[in-house]
Structures are given as C-alpha cells and as structure tokens.
C-alpha cells in the first residue's frame, strides 16, 4: 500500500518550456503532498507543501510564481516549472501522506530528472 | 525549529556484518522519526519509523532502530548487510503537531562489499 506515481520520470527539453510534472497517490487519499529538489548527493531541499484544495504553501526562497503547484484533487498534485531554464535543471521530487493516524510517513514517487537545454 | 544530523558521509562494510548508520536530532516536544533509504535516480523508501513506546523499532528489509531519548538518537542497524544494501540512507523528524513537513539528514552513503 501507499504507492506514490510521478510522471514523467525524465524530461529533456529546451531552454524557455514549461514543464509539468504530476504526483499522484494511487491508494490512499493524500491530505498533503510535497515537492522538493534534490541536487546530485545533496539532501532534499522541500519547495513548497500544498493541502487539497488551497493554495501551495513555498518554502522562503522559492519562487512560487516559477514553480506552479496545484492540487486540485486528493490523489494528484502538479509542479509546473515555467519557463525553465538550465539553472532549473534538478531532480524533482514529491512526497504525499494521509495524514490519519500519528505519526503518518510521507510516501515518496520515483523523482524526475528535468534537464534544460 | 527541527533538525537532523547524520554525522557520516560514508559507511563501508563488509557483506555479513553489522551495519549502522547514525542519526541525531533536535525538535521541540516529542519526535516522530524516520528513515528512508534511496537507490540511484529513484524516490525514498520508507524503512521504519517511531513514534511512541518501544524504542527498539523494527522495520523494512531486516532494519531497526533504536531510539534514545536522553542522546537524542535514532540509529539505524542491520545485524548482517547486504550487497544490496547499498545506498543513500537519510534520516528524517518531524515534531508532533499538525505540520507535517520533515526535516532530513544531509544522508550517508552505505557500500556494503561482497
């Protein structure tokens, strides 16, 4: 149980695209989700916490008119990378919990590898 | 505020025996506690976690941890490692309120040789 999906799991596009990467909880109703960048043997860096329903919530320093995030359902969250340009290039990853019960872990997808051309 | 140190970049053993990886942390209040394990170009794992009563907490793939309030430790253990058990290990807390956002390690790269 509590399989997280991210999709794609690679892209590789031109400098100026926007990109949209989506998470999705494939068991579970996920309350919460996550979206973090992680930079090569480097920890997770968290972006931004978004609730169904309301607006995201960006970590000081992300720009959260640069990374769109939506979640507009309890089982599918979105990160939008727009415009993006090399210095975007990361790997992404999101994380969702149901947040019943205590102490719920956060169940992570698989990350996308984003290069920018 | 929250945080986690896993004093190790690297851990090395031999296949066969004892494996462990350090965790110390800071939060206010009682902790939840976690750890998770990642393989090359894939998301965490989650391995085990603690949240409250026996502080020996047992886990996923043959892992436990022991949690020690008065050093404030959460270390992670395998009795006998693997090959396999090669990868990047992170430790995680959080506190116990309604924020649900976790703080990690910087992570500790384990080879086990065969």
């Known amino acids: 149980g509590a399989v997280v999906s991210q999709h794609p799991s690679r892209v590789i596009c031109k400098s100026g695209t926007s990109v949209k990467i989506e998470c999705r909880s494939l068991?579970?109703?996920?309350?919460?989700m996550f979206w973090y960048r992680q930079f090569p043997k480097q920890s997770l860096m968290l972006m931004a916490t978004?609730?169904?329903?309301?607006?995201?919530?960006?970590e000081q320093g992300v720009e959260k008119d640069k990374f769109l995030i939506n979640h507009a359902s309890l089982t599918l969250s979105t990160l939008t990378v727009t415009s993006a340009h090399p210095e975007d290039s990361s790997f992404y990853i999101c994380?969702?919990?149901?947040?019943?019960?205590?102490?719920?872990?956060?169940?992570f997808g698989d990350g996308t590898r984003l290069s920018i051309l | 505020a929250q945080s986690v140190a896993q004093p190790e970049d690297q851990v090395n053993v031999a296949e066969g025996n004892p494996l462990t990886v350090k965790c110390t942390y800071s939060?206010?209040?009682?902790?939840?506690l976690f750890w998770y394990v990642q393989y090359p170009n894939r998301g965490l794992q989650f391995l085990l976690k603690?949240?409250?009563?026996?502080?020996l907490v047992k886990g996923s793939y043959g892992f436990e941890a022991e949690f020690n309030k008065s050093q404030t430790s959460f270390h992670l253990k395998k009795p006998s490692a693997l090959v396999s058990d090669s990868a990047l290990y992170f430790c995680?807390?959080?506190?116990?309120?309604?924020?649900?956002?976790?703080?990690f390690g910087a992570g500790t790269t384990v080879t086990v040789r065969a």
């Open positions: 994380s969702a919990t149901g947040g019943q019960g205590e102490g719920q872990p956060q169940h």
């Open positions: 068991d579970f109703q996920a309350t919460t």
């Open positions: 978004s609730n169904e329903g309301s607006k995201a919530t960006y």
């Open positions: 939060v206010s209040g009682n902790p939840y």
């Open positions: 603690y949240i409250t009563g026996d502080n």
């Open positions: 995680a807390v959080r506190g116990q309120s309604n924020d649900y956002k976790l703080s």
